[in-house]
């Protein structure tokens, strides 16, 4: 027998379920995701029931055990696949949270681009569609931007972007880059973990949702992670060593947040720091013929809402007139790897949010320095369209 079992020696799996709270155990390396050390948490615990029963003395009778109550996190760094576009490791959890999930392939540019509009062949328009966000990679000068129109028009198809390239229009022949983007969908999938502690015990967690995420440190020189919420229906523990051997040596780096820019309707913002938190109410689908006393949950409603401290300006106050206003505003950001030639990156991560209000913008101090200290709370349009992250 063996005692002290080292926390760095622990891995973590997870796997979607094709049916919720049916654990579905690793079947590949690649199954492993890239955990942090501090904030991982699987948590159980039942429900106590107390018996308030007379009987000759004072002292408690047995009390009963009832539900159980599976909880944790899983914080991860913001950052994508190794390959441009493709869905990050951790896309399961990003998943769960939303629900929904689109991947498009590359494309190029035809004549006649725009700073704000970009001509596609005809045969690739399809591809595109409203609030989807692209990497467009002009030399020297590789752009994201969200989708605000899509033209079908046969010989003439095009894509509006919501806001114009500083690098102005991109040539001929310019490579609209593969991305993949997570956003809000009914019938976010469950998903299975599996925790080896310590590379000895292995946890089995089941029914597991993503309730909620927030993002974190994202700030000037920092690296970004998003600490994902958990719940989950059961929880089992054995002796048993990893079935495989995560490795992670070929994955790509999470961006360093510099020359990690953000625009508010547009604008391009000097701040040091930004918040986002994305948080679905779960229900649970109680039955007493059940025999954990659940049988499935369900996400009831859907907030997104973050925090960002740009610098005041000295001779503008548009950002406080569209508080005073109830205006609304859209908020972009994205961040990436360099690469050996300056203004193209690599590795790509963004969130975009169409429309938002501003709930709060007090006076800020960031080291003595006046900062617009906002608050805002984003919303649905059409629907599916309260929050979209992107990888590339």
């Keep these: 027998m063996g005692i002290g079992l080292v926390k760095g020696k622990s891995s973590v799996f997870i796997k979607e ?20 050390e501090d904030g991982l948490e699987f948590n159980y615990q039942r429900d106590g029931i107390e018996r308030n029963n007379l009987t000759s003395t004072i002292e408690q009778v047995a009390s009963r055990v009832g539900l159980k109550q599976i ?4 914080p991860v760094e913001y950052k994508a696949s190794s390959t441009a576009g493709n869905a990050p490791r951790e896309a399961v959890l990003y998943k769960s949270l939303l629900g929904g999930v689109k991947t498009s392939n590359a494309s190029t540019t035809k004549t006649g681009n725009s700073a704000t509009v970009l001509q596609i062949q005809d045969a690739d328009i399809s591809k595109y569609a409203v609030n989807d966000v692209i990497l ?29 390239l500083a690098g102005g229009a991109p040539a001929d022949n310019v490579v609209i880059e593969k991305f993949t983007k997570f956003f809000h969908q009914e019938g976010a999938p469950t998903f299975s973990a599996t925790h080896y502690i310590g590379g ?34 059961d929880l089992d523990r ?14 790509a780096l999470p961006p360093v947040l510099i020359d ?39 996400f ?22 569209a508080f005073n206003n109830n205006d609304d505003v ?37 080291d003595g320095i006046i900062t617009d200290a906002i608050s805002f709370k984003s919303y649905r349009k059409l629907g599916g369209d309260t929050v979209f992250l992107a990888f590339v």
């Design 238 to 251: 054995a002796v048993a060593a990893p079935a495989f051997t995560p490795d992670f040596s070929a994955d």
């Design 17 to 36: 379920e094709t049916t919720e709270g049916v654990y579905v155990a690793p079947a590949a390396s690649s199954e492993a995701i890239e955990v942090l």
């Design 300 to 321: 009831t409603n859907l907030v997104c809402s973050g925090e960002i401290n740009p610098y005041m300006e000295d001779d503008d106050v548009a950002r406080f007139d």
């Design 71 to 74: 909880s944790g996190s899983i």
């Design 200 to 233: 000895e015990i292995e946890e089995q967690v089941s029914g597991l949702r993503s309730v909620s995420a927030s993002l974190e440190s994202w700030e000037t020189a920092k690296l970004a992670n998003w600490n994902f919420a958990i719940e989950g229906l």
């Design 136 to 164: 467009v990679k002009e030399a020297g000068q590789y752009e994201m931007r969200p989708i605000s129109a899509v033209d079908t028009t046969l010989g003439a198809a095009n894509i509006t972007l919501k806001f114009a």
């Design 330 to 366: 859209h908020i972009f950001g994205y961040a990436s790897n360099p690469t050996s030639t300056p203004g193209q990156g690599q590795n790509y991560v963004a969130f975009w949010i169409p429309q938002a209000k501003v709930t709060a913008i007090p006076a800020g101090d960031e």
């Design 260 to 298: 990690a820019c953000v625009w508010i309707n547009g604008v391009e913002v000097h701040y040091n720091s930004l918040s986002l938190n994305i948080e679905n109410t779960k229900a649970e689908l109680l039955s007493a013929c059940s025999e954990s006393g659940k049988i499935a949950s369900r």
